[in-house]
């Protein structure tokens, strides 16, 4: 286990999408596809620096389709946090970052409609809402109190 307590989410940000949102794609007034969307979108001022929500192994950076620009980090005990659309990233794979660490910046890449970072949590490979990591007394209740119990 490499984080420590809650995770952050971009400073000063307001949330423009949420986890599990169902989006229809139309072309020339027709519907060609629809998805959920899986993570938060938060928007701050344009390119605004963006922090590890905590501290961990960044295992990815680079292009990657509708997300764009992308960081992953490692948050290890198979729990990962996921940027995207960034404009700048400032980390490289094997990078120990600390939660706060500025890991990136805030843009519109990838399949993004402005300026905002898709912000996502996976838990074995599978993603899930990042509210319940973003609430201490969620984590406590449901994994290191879990834990610390064995």
């Given at each position: 286990?490499?984080w420590d307590?809650?995770?952050?989410?971009?400073?000063?940000?307001?949330?423009?999408?949420?986890?599990?949102?169902?989006?229809?794609?139309?072309y020339?007034?027709?519907?060609?596809g629809?998805?959920?969307?899986?993570?938060?979108d938060?928007?701050?001022v344009?390119?605004?620096?963006v922090?590890?929500?905590?501290?961990?192994?960044?295992?990815?950076?680079?292009?990657?389709?509708?997300?764009g620009?992308?960081?992953?980090?490692?948050?290890?005990?198979?729990?990962?946090?996921?940027?995207?659309?960034?404009?700048e990233?400032?980390?490289?794979v094997?990078?120990v970052?600390?939660?706060?660490?500025?890991?990136?910046k805030t843009?519109?890449t990838?399949?993004?409609?402005?300026?905002?970072?898709?912000f996502?949590?996976?838990?074995?490979?599978?993603e899930?809402?990042?509210?319940?990591?973003?609430?201490?007394?969620?984590?406590?209740?449901?994994?290191?109190?879990?834990?610390?119990?064995?």
């Open positions: 286990m490499l307590g809650m995770f952050q989410r971009l400073p000063r940000s307001a949330a423009r999408a949420g986890f599990g949102d169902h989006r229809y794609f139309t020339q007034g027709k519907q060609v629809e998805s959920y969307h899986l993570g938060f938060l928007a701050s344009r390119n605004a620096e922090p590890a929500a905590n501290n961990g192994r960044v295992v990815f950076t680079g292009e990657l389709g509708i997300y620009n992308l960081v992953v980090i490692d948050h290890g005990l198979g729990l990962m946090s996921l940027y995207s659309h960034l404009s990233i400032h980390v490289k094997g990078d970052v600390q939660k706060g660490a500025i890991i990136a843009g519109s990838g399949l993004a409609f402005g300026d905002h970072l898709h996502g949590i996976l838990v074995g490979g599978v899930v809402t990042p509210l319940e990591w973003l609430d201490p007394k969620w984590i406590k209740d449901n994994i290191t109190g879990r834990l610390n119990a064995q």
